[in-house]
Nanobody, 127 residues
């Protein structure tokens, strides 16, 4: 049974930083991603990474501020968030891509291609 456990969310002032972690267990993991859902809005792709960590993808609004990384020995993916803005306020979810799919950018950016999700962690950025 796949289990994803996020941690690291919290309340931070604008311009501050947070580091989210997602510990995965239960099977082999290929591509992994982070999505977020802000109040009253649809879920949004944030960033994703392939198995090796050599390919990463970001939505335009977080490029240059967020960094995704992974430690395969620990089955953990990280999201370092710097220069946070109030518009980054959301519940952040990590997820793993279906094993039958290649970890390509077009695949990783589509939430429909993920088959296991964490419970979410709240990130609140005050102005």
């Amino acid at each position: 049974q796949v289990q994803l456990v996020e941690s690291g969310g919290g309340l931070v002032q604008a311009g501050g930083s947070l580091r989210l972690s997602c510990a995965a267990s239960g099977r082999f993991f290929s591509g992994m991603g982070w999505f977020r859902r802000a109040p009253g809005k649809d879920s949004e792709f944030v960033t994703a990474i392939d198995r090796s960590g050599s390919s990463t993808y970001y939505t335009d609004s977080v490029k240059g501020r967020f960094t995704i990384s992974r430690d395969n020995a620990k089955n953990t993916v990280y999201l370092q968030m710097n220069s946070l803005k109030p518009e980054d306020t959301a519940v952040y979810y990590c997820a793993v891509v279906r094993l039958s799919l290649p970890a390509l950018g077009v695949i990783l950016k589509d939430s429909n291609n993920y088959d296991a999700w964490g419970q979410g962690t709240q990130v609140t950025v005050s102005s």
